[in-house]
């Protein structure tokens, strides 16, 4: 009944292309979640825009991305695009994807964190004569981020773990594509799917630890 | 000098300010005194700009506060404030509170608002407490940071908003004192409080608000010691009895 023999030693021999597409993966988690920050920064302040456009923009933003599937959203950039006459490189398309989504949840991260920075701060800082845009840059979103931070590395572990969705529009650089295209070469599936998601486990697992590390040094008050 | 004429201020439909008119000249010390929800600390908020105002004018050194054309970040630098919760930035050290408005307003480089700041931290006290995060300071120290914060910009007024109230009591006096050095230094001072030993001994001029409107103004020993209206004397001595 059980006719499989495991077999590592190829699955060594292809760690190097897999480690190289853990790099691509964590590229994309990277450029996605930097976009989704700036993005959902803009989203959250949209949102108490006195511009009721801007206003509804902004939550329909957040209402698709947070009550669509990933894949979807994924799908919609590659194959809505397409449709359209646009051709997106899979590569693009995923990073567009999983950027939405980043921007989407963060946005309503950033809704709470915001409202968590008491008003009076803004009034102590603009009285001094500072701008409302210096004001934002060196007193509010210092204290924001801070109160999101660990709400801001779930995102991060999230958008690592969305790469693998690449599969679907044909990425074959990052981590899945290389475990996808070794396994339709050499039918080791479970060998090279375990593998992989070891590799998924420790870089969310590097990137959650240093993220604690990163607040430690930022936050010291 | 502030010129306040006629100013008419409402939240809403209530109206807090019902026409006030009043003169501060260079080098004087005015207390506002009166019970809660009388307008004198919307008064000190308009002033600066921080709310708008309905009608009238307050005018600045010529400047009118709230016309348009007027660039009130600019207004601002001459006008410090400093409330009754302190405001400290807790994610900046006492220095570099006081520090990053002259550096980002003042266009100061490092150096050169690094002295200040320091020079001004010493002045209130706090020259030991320069790498500091406020959340380890007392209350009274955070208020005492605020007012060095304020100072470090210039200011050629200086707007105190019960910046005593939420102190425990035995931190009043630290924060009293340094406000008494500053009008010995002849700073131009609007001072909103319920300290009365202090009103009366500081100010040239005491303004008693009631209801939205100065319902007396004089000076201290006249306001203290033989007011006119029966309101003030009333609110007088409601206070010295609690």
Known sequence: MFKYSFQWRPVLQALPEMLWGAVVTMQIALIAMAIGIVVGVAIALGRRSANGIVRSLSTGWVEIARNTPALLQIYMVYFGLGTLGVRVDSFYALLAGIAFNNAGYLAETFRGGFAGVPETQFRASRSLGMSAFQTMGYIILPQMFRLVFHAMTNQMVWSILMTSLGVVVGLTTDLTGVVQQLNVRTFRTFEYFLVAACLYFLIAKVVTVAARILAWRLFRY | ?242
């Open chain 2, 1 to 242: 000098m502030i010129e306040v004429s006629d100013v008419r201020k409402s939240f809403g439909k209530l109206e807090v300010l019902k026409g006030i008119n009043l003169t501060v000249k260079k080098g004087e010390v005015l207390s506002m005194i009166g019970g809660s929800g009388s307008g004198k600390s919307t008064m000190l908020m308009c002033i600066n700009g921080l709310e708008p105002i309905q009608s009238g004018r307050i005018v600045v050194d010529g400047i009118d506060v709230h016309a348009k054309s007027t660039d009130l970040n600019h207004l601002r630098k001459r006008i410090g404030i400093v409330f009754q919760q302190w405001n400290a930035f807790p994610h900046l050290t006492v220095l570099e509170n006081v520090m990053l408005a002259p550096r980002k307003v003042l266009k100061k480089n490092r150096q050169e608002a690094e002295q200040i700041a320091v020079r001004h931290l010493k002045h209130v006290g706090l020259g030991e407490k320069l790498k500091v995060f406020p959340s380890r300071l007392s209350g009274g120290q955070q208020q005492r940071m605020a007012i060095a914060r304020a100072l470090a910009m210039s200011p050629d007024y200086m707007l105190f908003d019960e910046v005593t109230s939420a102190l425990d009591p035995q931190l009043v006096g630290e924060v009293l004192d340094t406000m008494r050095m500053l009008s010995k230094e002849g700073m131009t001072m609007i001072v909103v409080t319920h300290e009365m030993r202090f009103a009366r001994e500081v100010s040239d001029r005491v303004a008693y608000f009631h209801q939205g409107k100065i319902h007396e103004i004089g000076s201290p020993e006249q306001i203290f010691g033989s007011p006119n209206q029966p309101e003030t004397a009333n609110f007088l001595k409601s206070v010295h009895g609690a």
